[in-house]
């Protein structure tokens, strides 16, 4: 679940989405978009190269998702992916930086576990189950409005929104009232769509929590025990609903083991670090961009690969959502 966070506390770590990551983590994840900018960044050719790999990997997650559980369980899978996301983001981090930077305080790993649990098993973990029932561009353009409840839990954190940020929250749900439709409807279940919407709500507390909690300094460390502790959760879950019970490996597809490998290196690993790399480079209302491009690129990938319709509600809520980011993510980089 590539997922975005608004946030104007200075970010401790990027999450990706998708990482949703995953998340980032959890993508994911990676968790907020606000940093300390240094002033007159440069925009090279590196940076817009870093910004298409995060727009175009982090958009594909969806697809990826829907894919693997064609034929592998939700949990089993998802909780699979970022256990082995984050045993190669330690191994990457200690041969390149010594394992001394995986050592943390007591306080910093339980934080690290808490935000791993709100941004894996709930917001991607949510997300992986109800792509089993709803398309995987609806689920990005409902995951799209994480912005929205961003805002409204600093809000009842006690921070204040700008008029912009105000009027970006009530776009934003109001897109997601049109995207509601189908399942209103019937057609696609209401289940999933419930689903994404709590999934999206529990990624929002976690990016929350991640630019309050005393997370470890270095990025990297704490995205990995963030990936453990989610990806362990979710094999955890993932037994208890019996998903392992009557699992043949040999019945899963090849293009569902093909999705999962691209999910666990370039999901939650490649465009992770180009995000991280970004969020040190370029400016962050640049990098900020891809809040409202990943749900174009899901949605755009949904209908190419897996033929998914393009519904008049999906065209125009996520149109209004994606107006609502974008009027949130514009308000919130210039305070």
């Given at each position: 679940m590539t997922s975005p966070a608004v946030d104007p506390a200075p970010e401790k770590h990027p999450a990706a989405p998708g990482l949703r990551t995953a998340a980032p983590a959890i993508p994911a994840?990676?968790?907020?978009l606000v940093a300390p900018v240094a002033p007159a960044r440069r925009i090279t050719g590196a940076v817009w190269?870093?910004?298409?790999?995060?727009?175009v990997v982090w958009g594909s997650t969806y697809l990826g998702i829907r894919i693997v559980v064609e034929t592998l369980p939700?949990?089993?899978?998802?909780?699979?992916?970022?256990?082995?996301?984050?045993?190669?983001?330690?191994?990457?981090?200690?041969?390149?930086?010594?394992?001394?930077?995986?050592?943390?305080?007591?306080?910093e790993l339980g934080s690290a576990v808490l935000v791993g649990l709100l941004l894996i098993l709930g917001g991607n973990g949510l997300v992986v189950l109800a792509e089993t029932s709803i398309p995987s561009g609806l689920a990005a353009l409902l995951v799209a409005a994480v912005p929205v409840w961003v805002v409204l839990l600093r809000t009842v954190l006690g921070d204040r929104p700008g008029p912009g940020a105000v009027g970006g929250v009530l776009l934003g749900f109001a897109g997601l009232g049109v995207l509601t439709v189908p399942g209103l409807s019937g057609e696609v279940k209401i289940g999933g769509v419930l689903l994404v919407l709590v999934a999206a709500l529990l990624w929002s507390a976690g990016s929350v929590s991640s630019a309050r909690l005393p997370l470890p300094r270095n990025p990297f460390t704490a995205s990995a025990y963030e990936m453990l502790a989610g990806g362990l959760a979710a094999l955890t879950v993932g037994l208890a609903r019996g998903e392992h019970r009557g699992l043949d490996l040999s019945a899963v597809s090849g293009r569902s083991w093909a999705a999962l490998a691209y999910l666990v290196v370039f999901g939650s690993l490649v465009a992770f670090t180009a995000y991280a790399w970004l969020l040190q480079t370029a400016p962050v209302s640049l990098a900020a961009t891809y809040a409202y491009v990943n749900p174009v690129v899901a949605v755009l990938l949904g209908a190419l690969v897996l033929d998914e319709a393009l519904t008049w509600p999906i065209l125009l809520g996520g149109a209004i959502v994606v107006g609502?980011?974008?009027?949130?993510?514009?308000?919130?980089?210039?305070?």
């Open positions: 994840t990676p968790a907020t190269a870093a910004l298409g790999i995060v727009y939700p949990f089993l899978s998802g909780g699979a992916r970022f256990v082995t996301a984050g045993l190669l983001l330690a191994a990457i981090v200690a041969w390149r930086q010594g394992p001394a930077a995986l050592k943390v305080t007591r306080r609502g980011v974008c009027l949130i993510v514009s308000t919130e980089r210039r305070r």
